[in-house]
């Protein structure tokens, strides 16, 4: 699956079968399901799961929670809008 496949999959009523909880959480988000999305981060327990939780705080306004979670796995503070933050880690997973 590359970006554009997954980004088509969010027409569907159902995600794609095999995603990984960090890849799940950002399609639940971007289909306005942001509780349901963080809930898939926080139990995703890796570093990558820290990225999306990080971007989903953000998302939320919560800037200092965002800043702990984007040291928590390694990163840099996203500068651009929300919605190329999103493709930026969705096309870093996939």
Not at 1 to 14: G, I, P
Not at 38 to 65: C, F, I, M, T, W
Not at 73 to 91: D, K, N
Request: glycine content about 8%; aromatic content about 10%.
């Amino acid at each position: 699956m590359n970006l554009t496949t997954f980004e088509a999959s969010l027409t569907a009523e159902n995600p794609p079968e095999g995603l990984s909880a960090p890849l799940l959480a950002l399609w639940h988000d971007a289909r306005g399901d942001w509780h349901r999305a963080h809930e898939l981060a926080q139990q995703a327990q890796s570093p990558e799961g820290d990225r999306v939780h990080a971007y989903l705080h953000r998302k939320e306004g919560d800037a200092a929670n965002a800043a702990y979670w984007y040291r928590r796995c390694g990163g840099e503070p996203f500068e651009g809008s929300l919605e190329a933050e999103w493709r930026a880690i969705a096309a870093t997973l996939l």
